[in-house]
């Protein structure tokens, strides 16, 4: 079997939000980048689709949010979480210190089209589609690039620096034998689409009752929805049958009641297993976690997507120099790291609390429905405090600034090395 080989300063696996960013900014430095995605498009349906603003803010620093946010999308100054007891709180993103005080809902296509666009623009910048990666190439304990398959056989690419960007599910992290550590939410996650009616009001919220919970995003013109059901329990409310999830939908939003039968087959609703999880160590020599296959998180907040690209901003921050020299330490790794791994802890922290106190009582009640934490209600409503859950969902915890430079270079990008 004839395998062809090429080079690249780095090689990114998936094209994810992080290996889209950091390919984009890589690139704009002048760096060799080769981009390569499993897949052969991006359309899979119920991804990470909010984009908050610190990744507008993000955009902003490339001069990219005004061109971004001529995409279709919509947007979400808050969010109000009710009770079917009654009870109500909501998280203000208005007042926010930013000039994008909404999260903006962008199907994560139009999002990753938009990043690869721009990266294209760049000489340096080579994205392939349908290339799945089957194994890391090691020197030692050194990681110097992989092995991947496309339709059109098998490559092997040599590469100054290796980045796994390939999600919760990581094929690259696995290989590189990185040890972490797991949490366990008791959730995983039914998604499906209702229509929505021109004239509904666009608002974000959750709903919780007991046994249930659910949260109602609007997209335009239908509501992107999220069935949280107990941690495994997908096969019970399947074999429970259709019918009775249309009933438990409807009494938890009885205003889309009279919609609740556009569910006409289980293969409208998709399974999101939750995992939460975090690597003890990013790297290894020639090699470097970022994004779901660092740090997986909870779907609460709604911020994955958003610390991947904050990922992606610090690593192109520390790197991009190391790279233009093709010299990459561990140390340069580990202060990617050392930036990062805090803020991961962090956010982690305020979704486990979130698990623990509002989403485990509400998934395991059989009565009344759970009250919201005492703790919750007094954090929302304490001036000087109430900011607090908004701003760490908004802007996470200590944002990245872009500061790898704009290049405009002609110079060589990845190159075939023959066979």
């Excluded at 960013?21 to 991006?42: C, Q, S, T, W, Y």
């Excluded at 019970?236 to 939908?249: N, Y």
Aim: hydrophobic fraction near 45%.
């Amino acid at each position: 079997m004839v395998v062809r080989r090429c080079e690249a300063r780095c090689c990114i696996v998936g094209c994810g939000p992080a290996g889209a960013m950091l390919g984009l900014l890589l690139a704009r430095a002048g760096i060799p980048v080769l981009l390569l995605e499993k897949h052969g498009d991006f359309l899979r349906d119920f991804r990470g689709d909010t984009i908050h603003p610190s990744t507008l803010e993000i955009l902003d620093e490339l001069g990219l949010a005004e061109r971004f946010l001529r995409l279709r999308h919509d947007r979400a100054s808050a969010f109000s979480l009710h009770t079917t007891a009654g009870e109500t709180v909501t998280i203000e993103f208005r007042g926010l210190p930013t000039r994008y005080p909404f999260i903006a809902f962008v199907p994560q296509w139009d999002f990753l089209d938009f990043v690869t666009r721009e990266a294209k623009r760049y000489p340096t910048f080579r994205l392939v589609m349908n290339a799945e990666v089957t194994d890391l190439i090691r020197e030692g304990e050194a990681v110097c690039g992989v092995r991947y398959r496309t339709p059109d056989g098998e490559w092997e690419v040599r590469a100054a620096l290796t980045v796994g960007a390939d999600g919760r599910t990581a094929r690259t992290r696995d290989a590189a034998g990185l040890p972490q550590v797991a949490a366990s939410p008791p959730m995983d996650v039914l998604w499906f689409r209702l229509s929505r009616r021109p004239d509904e009001p666009g608002a974000a919220e959750a709903v919780v009752g007991p046994g249930r919970f659910v949260a109602v995003f609007n997209r335009g013109d239908y509501w992107q929805i999220g069935y949280t059901i107990p941690k495994g329990g997908a096969a019970d409310v399947r074999a429970a049958g259709l019918a009775l999830f249309r009933r438990s939908v409807a009494a938890l939003l009885p205003p889309l009641a009279d919609r609740v039968e556009e569910l006409q087959d289980w293969e409208q609703i998709k399974l999101l297993t939750v995992r939460a999880d975090r690597l003890l160590r990013w790297y290894r020599p020639g090699y470097l976690a970022i994004g779901d296959a660092a740090h997986a998180m909870s779907p609460v907040g709604g911020v994955g997507i958003n610390m991947a690209i904050q990922d992606a901003v610090a690593a192109a921050n520390v790197l991009w120099e190391p790279l233009r020299r093709a010299q990459v330490s561990v140390r340069d790794l580990q202060e990617v790291q050392r930036q990062r791994a805090w803020s991961v802890r962090v956010i982690q922290a305020m979704q486990a609390f979130v698990h623990r106190r509002l989403l485990g009582p509400a998934l395991t009640s059989t009565g009344r429905a759970p009250a919201i934490p005492a703790a919750m209600r007094l954090l929302l409503r304490v001036p000087g405090v109430s900011a607090v859950p908004a701003r760490l969902i908004a802007l996470g915890v200590r944002r990245p600034h872009v500061q790898s430079p704009a290049v405009a270079q002609d110079g060589a990008g990845v190159r075939e090395v023959g066979t």
